[in-house]
């Protein structure tokens, strides 16, 4: 498995002065990314925590050398997002957004890693559309395992209240439908790549139990017609 971000990755946040965008930028730029620059419409020219912020991916792709991005925006401008970014010349997009249709329907993609958290129900929502509507490789982690009762975990969603919104609901939820869920981010590229494995000898499966059948079909129709003709 590849290593994606390395030294020389510089980081656009796209949406960068809403709530999670904000947040998220500090706390990377805090852990050592190199963020060079964040994206709002009618806030260019502005700063977030000393980070500039511009109006387009263009703007701050040319102004800045950035490769990659990372993007938190409402679901409904996601797809924009990632169209601009990758138009701007952005070869590594992360989408922080339920996009599963979209991935589903992408030519181009692979495999699906889906990033949880506790608190909400989303996640169990993901976990009964993959169920129903997703062929593809899924491999999850959910964020805040070790978490207490009540603890905030980077926002007011977060939060785990009662028994509701657990990360052990999650999970169960999630390996109920299929998916295998990696208990340490490390532990991610191991799970795909045998996810993509084991979903790959399923297709050749399916391949080979559809050849069977046209061939059974054909011999039943060829002792039809020799029949007929005794």
Not at 82 to 89: P, T
Not at 122 to 142: C, L, S
Not at 204 to 225: G, I, P, S
């Amino acid at each position: 498995m590849s290593i994606l971000i390395d030294k020389s990755t510089r980081l656009i946040v796209q949406g960068i002065t809403g709530r999670d965008g904000l947040f998220h930028a500090k706390k990377m730029k805090e852990y050592g990314t190199n963020v060079v620059g964040g994206t709002s419409p009618g806030k260019g020219g502005t700063d977030a925590n000393g980070i500039p912020v511009f109006n387009t991916m263009y703007e701050a792709v040319e102004q800045t050398q950035a490769n990659t991005s990372i993007i938190f925006v409402p679901a409904r401008f996601a797809a924009d997002a990632i169209m601009e970014a990758a138009d701007a010349g952005i070869r590594l997009i992360v989408c922080i957004r339920e996009l599963l249709e979209m991935f589903q329907n992408d030519t181009e993609t692979e495999a699906i890693v889906l990033i949880g958290e506790i608190g909400g129900n989303a996640e169990e929502q993901a976990a009964e559309y993959i169920r129903n509507h997703v062929t593809k490789p899924v491999v999850a982690f959910i964020a805040g395992q070790s978490a207490p009762l009540g603890k905030q975990m980077g926002h007011a969603g977060a939060i785990i209240s009662g028994t509701s919104g657990s990360a052990k609901e999650k999970i169960e939820a999630l390996e109920a439908a299929g998916i295998q869920v990696a208990q340490e981010p490390s532990d991610i590229p191991a799970l795909l790549k045998a996810a993509k494995d084991t979903t790959r000898d399923i297709l050749k499966l399916r391949e080979q139990e559809l050849v069977d059948l046209e061939l059974e079909l054909n011999n039943m129709v060829d002792d039809e017609e020799n029949n007929n003709r005794d």
